[in-house]
């Protein structure tokens, strides 16, 4: 069994930083592309950021040059850097593996269990 865990969330100003970070536990043996998405009252959930394994990334359009996401392959764990917060950036952030595998087989898809992040107006 999969689990990813998300940390870091919290209540900070506008304007301000948050990193989020999440770690995939269980017998891993590798992990494909990780990613964040978010999920505001009322909306959609939406894709935030992705990384694959070998670094690359993408962003959506609303969080280009303030956000950052980054891994480290050998801890199993993906970042989420937050700079210049905005009030619309509210929502529970999620994190995301597209594959992991264990030494059990692989585990698709598996999702964290949120972290909220709240940017007062």
């Known amino acids: 069994q999969v689990q990813l865990v998300e940390s870091g969330g919290g209540l900070v100003q506008a304007g301000g930083s948050l990193r989020l970070s999440c770690v995939a536990s269980?017998?891993?043996?590798?992990?494909?592309?990780m990613g964040w998405y978010r999920q505001a009252p009322g909306k959609q959930r939406e894709l935030v950021a992705t990384?694959?394994?070998?670094?690359?990334?993408t962003y959506a359009d609303s969080v280009k040059g303030r956000f950052t996401i980054s891994r480290d392959n050998a801890k199993n764990t993906v970042y989420l850097q937050m700079n210049s917060l905005k009030p619309e950036d509210t929502a529970v952030y999620y994190c995301?593996?597209?594959?992991?595998?264990?030494?059990?087989?692989?585990?698709?898809?598996?999702w964290g269990q949120g972290t909220q992040v709240t940017v007062p107006s």
């Open positions: 990384i694959t394994s070998g670094g690359s990334t």
């Open positions: 269980g017998s891993i043996r590798s992990v494909n592309a």
């Open positions: 995301n593996a597209d594959r992991v595998f264990t030494g059990w087989g692989p585990v698709y898809n598996p």
